[in-house]
Protein backbone atom coordinates (compact mmCIF):
# COMPACT_ATOMS: atom_id res chain seq x y z
CA UNK A 1 0.00 0.00 0.00
CA UNK A 2 1.63 3.67 -1.25
CA UNK A 3 -0.25 6.86 -0.16
CA UNK A 4 0.22 9.71 -1.66
CA UNK A 5 -0.02 13.20 -0.60
CA UNK A 6 0.44 16.51 -2.62
CA UNK A 7 1.33 19.68 -1.34
CA UNK A 8 2.27 23.31 -3.06
CA UNK A 9 -0.35 24.11 -4.97
CA UNK A 10 -1.59 27.54 -4.99
CA UNK A 11 -2.35 30.58 -7.29
CA UNK A 12 0.28 31.89 -9.50
CA UNK A 13 0.45 34.91 -12.26
CA UNK A 14 1.22 33.65 -15.88
CA UNK A 15 4.90 32.99 -16.28
CA UNK A 16 5.38 32.61 -12.40
CA UNK A 17 6.14 29.24 -11.05
CA UNK A 18 5.43 26.20 -8.48
CA UNK A 19 7.00 23.14 -6.87
CA UNK A 20 4.57 20.17 -6.24
CA UNK A 21 5.57 17.73 -3.80
CA UNK A 22 4.50 14.28 -3.13
CA UNK A 23 4.80 12.33 -0.13
CA UNK A 24 4.73 8.92 -0.11
CA UNK A 25 5.76 7.25 3.25
CA UNK A 26 7.11 3.98 3.37
CA UNK A 27 9.80 1.85 2.23
CA UNK A 28 8.35 0.49 -1.32
CA UNK A 29 8.36 3.82 -3.02
CA UNK A 30 11.24 3.21 -4.93
CA UNK A 31 10.16 0.10 -6.31
CA UNK A 32 7.21 2.55 -8.55
CA UNK A 33 7.38 4.95 -11.17
CA UNK A 34 6.15 7.99 -10.25
CA UNK A 35 4.00 10.29 -12.56
CA UNK A 36 2.14 13.67 -12.44
CA UNK A 37 -1.55 13.82 -14.11
CA UNK A 38 -3.70 17.23 -14.17
CA UNK A 39 -7.26 17.45 -14.59
CA UNK A 40 -8.83 20.49 -15.75
CA UNK A 41 -12.22 21.34 -14.77
CA UNK A 42 -14.39 19.48 -17.39
CA UNK A 43 -12.53 17.86 -19.00
CA UNK A 44 -10.61 14.38 -18.63
CA UNK A 45 -7.50 13.44 -16.50
CA UNK A 46 -4.20 14.25 -18.68
CA UNK A 47 -0.42 13.08 -18.19
CA UNK A 48 1.93 15.80 -17.57
CA UNK A 49 5.00 13.86 -16.43
CA UNK A 50 6.56 10.66 -15.54
CA UNK A 51 9.88 9.34 -13.74
CA UNK A 52 11.44 6.03 -13.55
CA UNK A 53 12.00 4.35 -10.29
CA UNK A 54 16.16 5.57 -10.01
CA UNK A 55 14.99 8.89 -11.75
CA UNK A 56 17.41 8.39 -14.66
CA UNK A 57 14.39 8.66 -17.01
CA UNK A 58 11.53 11.04 -17.76
CA UNK A 59 8.69 11.53 -20.11
CA UNK A 60 6.94 14.93 -20.48
CA UNK A 61 3.34 15.65 -22.19
CA UNK A 62 4.40 17.49 -25.27
CA UNK A 63 2.07 20.99 -23.49
CA UNK A 64 4.66 20.70 -20.41
CA UNK A 65 7.88 19.69 -22.46
CA UNK A 66 10.75 22.86 -22.00
CA UNK A 67 8.71 24.08 -18.80
CA UNK A 68 8.14 21.59 -16.14
CA UNK A 69 10.88 18.96 -14.68
CA UNK A 70 9.94 15.90 -12.72
CA UNK A 71 12.36 14.58 -10.01
CA UNK A 72 12.43 11.84 -6.95
CA UNK A 73 14.23 11.81 -4.37
CA UNK A 74 13.77 7.87 -2.71
CA UNK A 75 15.49 8.43 0.24
CA UNK A 76 13.00 10.67 0.95
CA UNK A 77 10.34 8.85 -0.56
CA UNK A 78 9.34 12.10 -1.92
CA UNK A 79 8.41 13.35 -5.51
CA UNK A 80 8.26 16.53 -6.83
CA UNK A 81 7.05 18.38 -10.12
CA UNK A 82 8.76 22.00 -10.64
CA UNK A 83 7.06 23.88 -13.00
CA UNK A 84 8.08 27.11 -14.60
CA UNK A 85 6.70 29.40 -17.44
CA UNK A 86 3.13 28.72 -15.88
CA UNK A 87 0.15 29.38 -18.46
CA UNK A 88 -3.64 29.52 -17.79
CA UNK A 89 -4.22 26.36 -19.39
CA UNK A 90 -2.04 24.60 -16.75
CA UNK A 91 -5.02 25.29 -14.45
CA UNK A 92 -5.97 22.19 -13.20
CA UNK A 93 -6.01 19.93 -10.32
CA UNK A 94 -2.68 17.95 -10.33
CA UNK A 95 -2.27 14.39 -8.77
CA UNK A 96 0.46 12.52 -7.90
CA UNK A 97 0.28 8.59 -9.16
CA UNK A 98 2.17 5.66 -8.38
CA UNK A 99 2.40 2.49 -10.61
CA UNK A 100 4.44 -0.36 -11.96
CA UNK A 101 3.71 0.09 -15.84
CA UNK A 102 4.48 2.32 -18.19
CA UNK A 103 4.25 6.54 -17.89
CA UNK A 104 0.78 7.85 -19.58
CA UNK A 105 -1.68 5.49 -19.04
CA UNK A 106 -4.33 5.95 -16.74
CA UNK A 107 -4.45 2.36 -15.56
CA UNK A 108 -1.18 1.59 -15.23
CA UNK A 109 -0.85 3.26 -11.66
CA UNK A 110 -2.26 1.69 -8.73
CA UNK A 111 -1.90 4.57 -5.89
CA UNK A 112 -3.40 7.79 -6.30
CA UNK A 113 -3.11 11.30 -4.14
CA UNK A 114 -6.04 13.46 -3.58
CA UNK A 115 -4.84 16.29 -6.05
CA UNK A 116 -3.56 19.57 -5.46
CA UNK A 117 -5.27 22.53 -7.09
CA UNK A 118 -2.79 24.69 -9.21
CA UNK A 119 -4.50 27.97 -10.82
CA UNK A 120 -2.97 30.20 -12.79
CA UNK A 121 -4.41 33.93 -13.46
CA UNK A 122 -3.62 35.49 -16.93
Known amino acids: QVQLVESGGGLVQAGGSLTLSCTAPGRTFSTYVMSWFRQASGKEREFVAG????????LYADSVKGRFTISRDNAKSMGYLQMNSLKPEDTAVYYCAAGRGGYSKISNYDYWGRGTQVTVSS
Open 51 to 58: INMSGGRT
